[in-house]
């Protein structure tokens, strides 16, 4: 049996990953839907891994959606009132074991957020059951903190507030980087938001629930659970390198990930935002050395919904449909056609395989890559649940209340709005992003055909001397 620092790689199939989310269509929130993710998550148990010791995995965890009344409930125990729903964040930060390192760490983030003019208000020790966890793992288990920050008055939104959290959370991960500490590697923020709240590690599937006591608190509710068991193919196991991510969990690879990233940092000094403002430099180096490619995919992600793209607009950008073929050409409307066309001169596609799910909060979906390589099914059901994994039977429903049963098909994405209460139709969000700008009229007036352009006088002779040296 291979093994790589005592982990054991199935030998019939590289990447076994899980990925999989439960949430309601209107909106409703519930512990249940909670309860019901740490279900799924422990129902794709064996499509994770496990080392020499059967207690350690390569990581797992869950996304929700921000828990306001527990959130609530433990400020208060702290002396802290909350502001009102949207106008406060909590992050989860992984701290260094040291005392010496951890308390380097915490000055930083108090001082960035001075610094960007938010308030923090408290910071929450993060309860949690290690006595079941491998000892591979629980020696280098991060010390886990919450932080309480309120949003600064002069914030004319949400949105606006969720881009500063961007922008302070990369302010804070680029400087701790420069820390002369031998633990600094222990250093991540799982997620800084207003809007959702990660638990993850380096834990087994079904530990996840045991690990993190929070979730099992009957006033922490959500409309959505998005959960992961992962599979390290492309990095070795980390407690910050489990899934999901801050907007994404997937199941598969990038494997155009080292193109992805030099294009990512060539197009640096040409970035410009109306909405960032001079904050957009503050994020940079975006994509930092050593992350795994769906750390880096979720940070592109975030840039690009941070700019001003809505997510699934940045999706499609990040992970296109096959469009520029002659099969495609015949099946595409010319209007989607000339969004890909376009956006293709702004970003290069991140290729898989790979099944990608992903959320802001508000919305959450899936897509599946061109290549249309993993696993993605999902049903709804007439009582308005979706739920979409790796594959079906993680979560039993009554066959009566199923109404519809699918899979992903290549580049086609699953989307639900929870604002709208409702599932949007592959066609009808990509027909609406495609109208939305004259995409087509952009191309044609900006694109010269090298045929077109005016001969030069001299131009042929030069060309028939070319070919004679070369000859």
């Known amino acids: 049996m291979p093994e790589q620092q005592g982990l054991y790689r199935p030998s019939n199939e590289r990447d076994a990953c899980g990925v999989g989310f439960i949430a309601h269509i209107k909106g409703q929130k519930s512990h249940h839907i909670i309860q019901q993710g740490l279900q799924i998550l422990a129902n794709l148990t064996h499509r ?5 010791d059967p207690k350690l995995g390569d990581g797992a965890g869950i996304l929700i959606q921000m828990p306001d009344a527990f959130m609530r409930k433990e400020a208060s125990k702290l002396g802290v009132t909350l502001p009102a729903e949207g106008h406060y964040a909590v992050g989860t930060a992984f701290l260094p074991q040291s005392k010496n390192g951890r308390e380097a760490c915490e000055t930083i983030i108090q001082r960035i957020i001075h610094e960007e003019k938010q308030t923090l ?5 993060v309860p949690r059951d290690n006595r079941n966890i491998a000892d591979a793992a629980k020696e280098v288990e991060p010390v886990m903190r919450q932080v309480f920050i309120a949003r600064d008055p002069n914030l004319a939104s949400q949105d606006a507030f969720e881009r500063k959290l961007f922008v302070i959370r990369k302010r804070i991960e680029n400087e701790v980087r420069h820390l002369q500490l031998d633990d600094k590697s222990q250093f991540y923020f799982p997620s800084l938001s207003s809007r959702t709240i990660v638990y993850k590690g380096m834990l087994l599937a079904n530990e996840v629930g045991v690990y993190y006591q929070d979730l099992n608190d009957e006033s922490m509710v ?12 492309n990095t070795f196991p980390a407690w910050d390198l489990a899934h999901p991510f801050r907007m994404i969990a997937h199941n598969g690879e990038i494997n155009t990930v080292r193109g992805n990233i030099n294009w990512m940092t060539a197009r640096h000094e040409s970035m410009r935002s109306a909405l960032m403002g001079e904050d957009l430099e503050k994020v940079w180096p975006l994509i930092a050395e050593g992350q795994s490619d769906s750390a ?21 950008m990040l992970i296109p449909e096959a469009w520029s073929n002659e099969s495609a050409n ?4 010319a209007d989607r056609h000339a969004f890909y066309e376009y956006h293709a001169a702004l970003m290069e596609p991140w290729d898989g395989p790979a099944a990608v799910a992903f959320t802001d909060g508000r919305m959450i979906g899936a897509t599946l890559d061109r290549n249309g390589l993993r696993p993605a099914r999902y049903l709804v059901t007439d009582d308005d649940y979706v739920m979409m ?15 519809k049963k699918w899979r992903l098909q290549p580049g086609k994405m699953l989307l639900i709005d929870m604002e709208q209460g409702r599932i949007i139709d592959d066609a009808e969000v990509k027909q609406q992003l495609a109208q939305a700008k004259p995409y087509k009229q952009w191309i ?11 001969k030069v006088e001299g131009e042929l002779e030069l060309n028939e001397n070319l070919l004679d040296t070369q000859q």
């Open 444 to 454: 044609e007036k900006s694109r010269y055909f090298l045929g077109d352009l005016p």
């Open 330 to 333: 015949k099946l595409m409307d």
């Open 389 to 403: 994994a790796s594959e079906m039977g993680v979560l039993t429903f009554p066959q009566e209340r199923i109404v």
């Open 121 to 125: 208000l408290a910071w929450r020790d």
């Open 296 to 316: 880096a995919f979720d940070n592109a992600l975030e840039l690009l919904v941070a700019g001003g793209y809505s997510l699934p607009h940045a999706m499609m």
């Open 48 to 52: 994770g891994a496990t080392g020499y």
């Open 222 to 233: 959500s409309a959505l659970a998005l959960v992961h068991q992962r599979f390290s193919t």
